[in-house]
């Protein structure tokens, strides 16, 4: 039976200080881990399919979309294992949903 491998983890650093980005970038490499770096956190949050296996990412770009801000807030809390609840309108006014 074929095992799936497991994503890697990924350490994000959110710092807009370029040379403190840059040093903490080669001391994490150094112990082998992959790093990715964000100057602001809105940037970190921008991109949060990013952090996610790349068949997660491409079945919800071709069956969601783009996520929704509350999914942009929540992934991240998900991802730390933390328990979160994301409810969030699937349309544009009540009406449309049936209410």
Known sequence: MRQL??????????????????????????????????ASAPEFLAMPLSHFHPVIQRWFRERVGEPSPPQVEGWPRIRSGRHTLISWWTCERASQCGT
């Open 5 to 38: 491998r497991q994503p890697e983890a990924v350490i994000a650093i959110v710092d807009d200080d370029a040379s403190v980005q840059r040093g903490l970038q080669r001391l994490i490499r150094s112990a082998g881990w992959k790093v990715e770096t964000f």
